[in-house]
């Protein structure tokens, strides 16, 4: 089962869009695997972000994210990582699709609302940076029947 990590940022907290950020997975039929609120810690984010260590937003964007508390989720599904980099749009909000996540709320690059890991290796990473094993449950999603045709061999049976 493939995952990735979304993180709903601080913006999305303290703008009230939690609940429609998570609406549109669970419409699209994405199975939540894990989710937890905690106020990241600057270490983490340090790591987390390291590619942009030296670029002048950097310390900027380690504040924003330690100002308030983020919601870290695991999303599994097929071809997850493609599947929720297209909803949730381009990073510069302004310049994102409308009916993406991004293009339907956010106008700016930092405060976009979400993250959302780039690659499946990405994914596995990060799933491991904000997660403990014992907190990412296995569960049968019932309707995932109804979601994945039998021939993409998504379901075990």
């Known amino acids: 089962m493939e995952r990735t990590l979304v993180i709903i940022k601080p913006d999305a907290i303290n703008r009230c869009l939690v609940g429609e950020i998570l609406r549109r997975f669970e419409k699209k039929g994405l199975k939540i695997a894990a989710m937890k609120m905690v ?20 310390k900027g964007l380690i504040n924003y994210m330690t100002s308030i508390p983020s919601i870290p989720i695991i999303l599994e599904g097929k071809d997850i990582v493609n599947v929720v980099r297209t909803m949730i749009g381009s990073t510069q909000g302004r310049e994102a699709e409308p009916g993406t996540i991004r293009g339907d709320y956010s106008v700016s690059n930092q405060n976009n609302l979400v993250h959302a890991a780039e690659s499946k290796e990405k994914a596995e990473e990060e799933i491991k940076r904000f997660f403990k094993e014992d907190e990412i449950y296995t569960y049968q999603k019932m309707n995932f029947d109804w979601i994945y045709s039998k021939d993409e061999k998504y379901l075990k049976k």
């Not at 106020?39 to 950097?58: C, I, N």
Request: net charge neutral; proline share 5%; aromatic share 20%.
């Open 39 to 58: 106020t990241l810690q600057p270490y983490v984010l340090k790591e987390h972000y390291a590619e942009h260590k030296d670029k002048v937003f950097f």
